[in-house]
């Protein structure tokens, strides 16, 4: 069984975000890049999945993205965690792609590969749309079996099945599909393991190939700023919020939240 | 006037509240038509018609189709074909985890932009979106096809606009693709009674500080008495003092409720990226220094253990 992992290197969820008045894109340069931290427990699943399935010969595991140069960092982080080779798209005219692009290259960079399983993290933290999963299954006419809190596969002759537990607002619904399939994983799913030395140093000859967007045969207006379907017309930082009242509780702090939420008409 | 199709959110025709402030958001940008997929028209007309719907399109409504039975595609397909039959000027679906996706899936299919989480739409389509944890507001807008947009819960009252709410029966046979990815089972928490987190008006949360599982009573009775949803921090679901369905923040739910009350709770930006555009706020913390005081539009700097039962005390005498 091949797996394939969609991951993306974003800024640090604890940093502040930006975007940058030039063109209204995200400003990845002003925090640390770390890999989407979904992802993280995509890559885990994957290699649980391949645990159970045979081992790296039989199930080998391979991570695609999408981003500048740095993101090939977030390849070597997946590679130190056990997956065995990476794929990376790269390419100056992907800069300002929307969901609908990203997910047109992803498609694309999958027809490259062999693959019965693509994982992904529902969203990434920094544009959190959790679309790009969805559209990925669209495009390539396979089950969707997102927002996965379970998965199970169970291989056979004419490939398999993928069963997962899809999280709902009031529980989960049990989904399946035959193989080929995409799945994306919801937080705590699994608890992602911390690359060994062993693993750090394994990574540095396992093989990342590069991909451009010719490569793909995927023209520069089909992506990028210039070819994203929606955009940003203006934005700006949230008006500071205007002071509101604290008080310190010596005894009556209870007394005067209640005032405010009497006054506030909230009872 | 321009119809702007809004996908209907439902349970067997029961609609749900969110539905009626698309539907009122859609009569401000043209005249709404209700899609509603799979069985229950006879439940869902009176509430769609009161809300504005002129017309309601009826997709699988014996739900032999498989509507029920599938994820997101099937919806995803209904809504492609009536762009094409109907050139609307806009979809608009809930931004929730299902709208999302059936969101995501319609503007592959149409070969339109897609925005998710807006706060509210106006003229030309021009979308509000809260993002990076609050810190920027942006104006957005599809510039290709039609416009596809996600839209939150709570960030429209609903109106009533009486309107006829005319059944228009669509023939949709969904693709063996829409019907890949098959519902074999559901299976339902143990309910709290609580309403649900992302359409409530009032949450009330708890954090760090409430110290403990049971930390979580006060919480609880705070949020009964008020008839509100209960939501955590990272924090406390990471410490398994409460599950994790219910935490709020960057990589739990966003809400956007009329009252949030955050107890325990420093507002580090993980927290603070899933309430931060709540009408209004009250924090309830210890610490005088904890960051979510700064957007707090009250604040008891004290303990919950001590403030929260006298406010529930005193919410009773006042209903008394």
Redo the contacts between chains.
């Keep these: 069984m091949n797996i394939v992992v969609c991951v993306k290197q974003v800024p640090d ?7 940058q008045p030039s063109d ?1 894109t995200l400003d990845r340069g002003s925090a640390d890049a770390v890999m989407n ?2 992802d993280e427990y995509a890559v885990e699943e994957a290699l649980r999945l391949q645990e159970a399935n045979g081992g790296p010969e039989a199930s080998p595991v391979t991570i695609l993205t999408m981003g500048p140069d740095k993101a090939a960092e977030t390849i070597r982080k997946a590679l130190s965690m056990g997956a065995d080779a990476g794929v990376h798209v790269v390419d100056d005219s992907l800069h300002g792609s ?3 692009a990203t ?1 047109l290259v992803l498609a694309k960079a999958l027809g490259t590969l062999s693959w019965d399983l693509v994982i992904l993290g ?1 969203e990434s ?1 920094d544009a ?8 990925l ?3 390539l ?7 996965a809190g379970k998965v199970d596969v169970e291989v056979d002759a004419e490939g398999g099945v993928a ?1 997962v ?14 193989l080929p ?1 995409v799945i994306s994983v919801v ?2 799913i699994n608890e992602p393991r911390y690359p060994s030395f062993k693993g750090i140093m394994a990574a540095k000859k396992k093989p990342v190939t590069t991909l451009s967007l010719a490569d793909l045969g995927i023209g520069a207006d089909e992506v990028g700023l210039a070819g ?11 008006p500071p ?1 205007a002071a ?6 010596e005894g ?7 005032e ?3 006054a ?1 008409k ?2 | 006037m321009a119809e702007i199709l809004v996908l209907v959110d439902h349970v067997d025709g029961a609609v749900k509240k969110v539905t009626t402030e698309l539907l009122t958001l859609a009569a401000s940008l043209g005249e709404p038509s209700a899609v509603l997929v799979g069985a229950g028209f006879d439940v869902a007309k009176a509430r769609l018609a009161e809300f504005g719907a002129a017309k309601v399109y009826v997709v699988d409504g014996d739900g032999s189709g498989g509507s029920a039975d599938h ?3 099937p919806a ?1 397909e209904a809504l492609a074909q009536l762009v094409a039959s109907q050139a609307p000027a806009a979809v608009l679906v809930a931004s929730t ?1 299902e709208g ?6 319609l ?3 149409l ?7 807006a706060i509210g739409v106006s003229d030309g389509f ?1 979308a509000t979106q ?16 039609t416009p596809v947009i996600a839209v939150r819960p709570n960030a429209t009252p609903p109106v009533a606009a009486p309107a006829a709410g005319e059944r228009v029966d669509v023939a949709v046979t969904f693709s063996a ?1 829409a019907l ?10 143990a ?1 709290t009674g609580r309403p ?3 359409e409530a008006s ?1 949450v009330v949360s708890g954090g760090r500080g409430v110290g403990g599982p049971e930390g979580f009573a006060p919480v609880e009775e705070l949020a009964d008495v ?1 008839g509100a949803a209960v939501g955590a921090s990272r924090a406390a679901t990471d410490a398994g003092w409460y599950p ?2 219910f935490q709020v923040g ?3 739910k ?1 809400v956007s409720p ?2 949030y009350i955050a107890n325990g709770i420093s507002g ?3 927290h603070r990226a899933g309430m ?1 555009t709540s009408k ?3 924090v ?1 913390n210890k610490d ?1 220094e904890a960051p979510l ?11 919950l253990h ?10 009773k005498k ?2 008394a």
């Design positions: 969820s604890w940093a502040e975000k930006k975007l209204s931290e979904l929307d969901a609908v997910s529902t933290t959190r749309m959790s679309v790009v999963p969805a559209m299954a669209e495009r006419g396979v089950p969707q079996l997102t927002f069963r537990q899809r999280v709902t607002d009031t529980g989960f619904d049990t989904v399946e599909g035959r399939a937080e705590k994203a379907w929606s955009t940003v017309t203006e934005f700006a930082a949230r919020k509101g009242t604290i008080v310190k509780d009556d702090g209870g007394v005067k939240l209640a405010f939420l009497v506030g909230f009872i | 994820v997101v595609a995803a985890a999302k996706e059936v969101a995501g899936r503007a592959v299919k070969g339109s932009g897609v925005i998710t989480d021009v809260s993002v990076f944890g609050g810190s920027t507001v942006v104006q957005s807008k599809v510039t290709h096809g693709a890949a990815a098959k519902v074999v089972d559901r299976t339902i928490a309910r649900e987190l992302s009032i008020l994790h369905q960057q990589t739990g966003t009329q009252l580090a930006i993980q931060q209004t706020i009250v309830v005088p005081f700064e957007i707090a539009d009250f604040g008891v700097v004290g303990d001590t403030v929260l039962p006298q406010l529930v005390a005193e919410i006042h209903k």
